[in-house]
C-alpha cells in the first residue's frame, strides 16, 4: 500500500452527504419519514414522496457512476527484467495442441514439454499460467514445466503462491547475485547459491559455511544444503559430515543422501565397515545379515537414524536399520565381500530359507539399486525376479518392491528386448499388456512390429478386453506415431470395448504425428 | 470405396434452381445387401447424411466416398431414383416445412398483435413503478425478512406482460438484499428500475438512442431482420477489440459480447451471439483482425449486425487512452443509457499493479480496479511491462482486460 488512494474501490458511490440520508429514509419509509433535503443533486419534478426519492437516488446513482474515481498513485509491478528471445516460442500450432493436451490428454504432457526442450524453445506466453496450474497438480513434471516456462515463467510464479515451486529453480544463463544471495527470498537464495555452484563449487560451499550456523529454519537449511548436489565432489564430504549432527532430520536426511553419492569418502568406507561387521555367508551359500544393534551409536548417526524406542528391540527397528544400512553402503562392498559378482549376490540374497528375511533383502538391494542409479545391479535385481519386467511384484511385509524404478535404469533398448524374451512364455493377455506398459517408450521396431501384431489380431467379441486395453494405452504412450499407418481405419474384429480402445489408440498416435509435425 | 466399380447404382437429384440438391448411391459390401448412402445437400439445417450401415461414424465412409465420387464428375443427374431415396428426401422437406410453417401475415392483424403487446408491457412497467413506490413508502428495513415470492410475485407479473428484462432485473433484487452495505446497493438497484419504468412511460418523448436503450433493457426485443431493414446503417473499417463469454439471462445459454470500434467514425459496436453452455457462440469476427463493411445498428445505437460479410484483414493494437479517457467514454456512454454497466476501453501504455488487489495503471499511476480473479495471462502475455489493452469497464465490478497486444503487436484474448 504505498500512497494509493482508493476510497472503497468495489463501490463506486462513496457515501456523501445526501446519499446517506436518502438511504436512512428508504430504510425507515417514506410513509413515516419525509423525503430529505438533497442539496448537492439537481432539482428533481417532484411528484409523490416515494417517487421523488427514487428520483433523487437515481440520480446519485448514474452520477456516481459516470463520475467514477480512480485510484492514483499505484506503484506498478517490477516487471520481468528477462530478455527472453519470443521467437523460441512455440508457434500457434504447437500452442493449439498444448491447450488440447491440457484439456484431454495430460498424459501427453511430457512429450510435449520434451519435444520442446529438445528444439531449445519455451511454451508461449500465453499457455504459462495453464502449464504453471499443471505443475501446481502433478509434481513429477515440474522439472520439465519449469524449462519450458523459462525466465517469464519464474518471474511470473513469484505472483501465485500455489506455483512457488518454480521460483527457486535454476534456469541456464543464470548468474550469481550477491544481491540475491545477502537479502533475497529463499528460493532467490537457493538459486544464487545453484548459479554459483554450478561455476565454482568450492566458493559455493564456502559462503554456505558461512552463513549455516545462522540458519535457523530446518527447511531452509535443507533446501540449500542440497543445492551441494549440483557439482558434488570429495571437497564437499567434510561440510556434508558436519550436517549429518546437525538437530533436525530432513537435514541428516539430506546430507545422507548426498554422501550416498560419494562411494569414495570416509563415510562410504565407514559404511562397508559395517556392512562387513554384519553380513556373511552361511554353509548353504545363502546370506547372511545379522541385525544391526540398535545401540551402536555410531552406526546411527552414520545412517541418519534416530534412537530406538527404550522398549528395547522391535521388528521394525531392525527392518529400518537393515534397509537403510544396505540402501547408502556403496552396493560394491558385496561382491568383494561374497566373492561373486552382483548376479551371484542376489542369488545367495534369495537362497535364504525364510520368507520374510528373504524378500526383505531382496528389496532392500533393489532400493540401493536405485538409489545409487546403478543399472548393473538393476539388472541382477530383475534377472532374479523371473521372465519379464513388472512394476507390481510386492511383498506384503518389506513393502513394494519397485521394479519399475529398476526397469528405468536400464537403457530402453534393453528393456524393450527384456520384453520381447519374455512375451512368447506369457500366455494370459492382462499379463502382456501389464508388460509392454511397464517396458516404457520409445519402443524398438521390433517391440513395436510385436505390439501391431497382437493389436491387430482376431479377437472373440465377448474375449476379456483388460488386457487389450492396456496394451492400446502403453502403445498410444511408447510407440512411434507413425506406425498408426499400420493399423486399419476400422478394427479388424467386433466388441465395444476393445474397438474403443483401438479408435482411442489410433486417435492418440494420429495427435502426436500432428506433434511431431509441429516440433 | 470412391471407385465407381463400389457403387453399380448412384445419382444425383437436380436442385429446382439448378445445381445438386442429393446425391444417392448403392455401395457394394462384403455382405449380399448393398450400403444405402445418400447426402442431402442444400437441406435446411445444413448438409445431412444416410447410410444402412452400422457406423456409428456420420459421415460414414460410405458417405463420404460417395461424395469423392460425385466430386470427380462421377455421378451423373438421374431422373429415376430408389423408393428409399424418394421417402428419406420427402421426409426432410416435409419436416422443414411444418418447422417453417407460419401463419399468413395480416397487416392489420399484426398491427393488432404489436398493439396489444405494447400495452402489455406498457401496463406491466405501470405495475412496476407503483410496486417500487410501495416499498420506499412501506421503508426497506425489513426486506432481508422476505422471502423470494415477494420478488418473484412482481418478476413474474412482468414475465406475463412481456417485459423480460425488467423481470431479470427484478428477480436479481434479493441477492442485493444481503451481505454487505445492502441498503445501499439495494437503493441503486431500486432507483434504476424507477428509472426505467419512468423511461417507458416517457416514450417517444425521449431521444431515440435513449427510448432504444430503455426497450432494450425492458426486454422489447428488435428481431435482426427489422434491424436490417430500418436500422440506422454506418460503414467503417471496425476493429476487433475483444469479446468475453457470460451467461445469458436464458438458462443454460452463453452469451458472447464481441466489441469493435469503426477506425472511421470511432463508433462503438457490440456484437451479440448466443450459444448453448458447453458450445463457444460463433462470431464473424476474429481477433487481431478489422472488417471494413456496413453495420446496421440496433435502435440502441451500440448494438450492431453486419449487412454483408465484409472485408477482413489483420490489424495492430488499437489506438488506446489513459484511464481518464476511458472513464470519459463510459460518462458519454452512460448520458445515453444510464443502465449501462459494461463497456468497452482501450488503454495504451497499461501496466498491471497489485496493492490490495489488482489494478491496471496508467503510466502516472492514475489506475483502475480489476475484478475478481487474477490477471495471470495479461501478466504472463507483458511480464508487467506497459502495454495496449482492451477491457469492459463496469464501475461496479471493476476492470475485466480482454484483449492485450504483446510487444509485437500481436492480439491475445485473454
Redesign the interface.
Known sequence: MTGTRAPEPLDPLAPTGSWDRLVSAALVGTARREVPDTPDLPATPGGNDASDLLDRAALATVRRAAGYVPATGTTPLTPDPGTSDESAEAGPGATRLLDRIIADRPELLPEWLERVAARGRCAARASLPLLLDEGARHSQTRPAIVAAAGTRGRWLAAFNPRWSYATGVPLPGDRFSERDWGCGTPGERRRALLALRTADPDRARELLTAVWPGLAKAELRRELLETLATGLGPADEEFLEQALDDRSAVVRGSALSLLTRLPGGAHAERLRGHVRAHASLRDDGSLRVDPPEGRDAALRRDLALAMPAPDAESANGYSERLWALVTHTPLDVWPELLGTDPAGVVAAATRTADAEPRSRLLAALANAAVVQRDAAWARAVLGALGPGPSRTTASARSGPLDTGRLLDLLPVAERCDLTLRALPAVRSSDRRGELFGATRGPWTDALSAEALRLLREPRRANAPVAGYEALCAAAALYMRPAHVTALPDTAPFDGNAAVHAYDRLRDTLRFRLDMHREL | MAKAGSWPERGAVAAPAGGTSAVWGECKGSGSKPYLAAVHLDGDGGTAYKCSCP?RKIPC?HVLGLLALWAQEEVDLREERPEWVATWLSGRVARRNRASTRRPVDPARAAATLREREEAVAAGMEEL?LW??????????EVPKYGYDHWDRMAKRLVDAKAGGASALVAGLPAVARGD?W??RL??R???L??LA?GHRAGEALDPRVRGAVRARVGIASKAEEVLEQGERVRDTWRVLGWRDTAAPEAGMLARRLWLRGRDTGRTALSLTFARSGQAPATAFRSGTEVTAEFAFYPDGHRAVPVHDGDTAPAGPPGGGT??EA?DS??AA??ED?W?DTWPVVLDRA???????W?L?DPD?????LTAG?P??L????????ATVAAEWS??E?LTPITVW???GKA?SL
Do not use: M
Not at chain 2, 132 to 141: H, R, T, W
Not at chain 2, 351 to 357: F, I, L, M, S, Y
Not at chain 2, 379 to 386: I, M, Q, R, S
Open positions: 457406423s465412409k413503478r417500487l413506490n410501495d416499498q420506499i413508502d412501506a421503508g426497506l428495513a452495505r441498503p445501499e437503493l441503486e431500486l432507483s434504476l424507477h428509472l419512468c484511464v481518464a472513464l463510459f460518462a452512460a448520458a444510464p449501462l501496466a498491471p499493479a497489485r496493492e490490495d488487489r489494478y495503471a499511476g492514475t489506475a483502475l480496479p487474477d495471470w495471462r501478466l504472463a502475455v507483458t511480464g508487467g511491462h506497459p464501475p461496479a471493476g504483446d510487444r509485437n491475445v
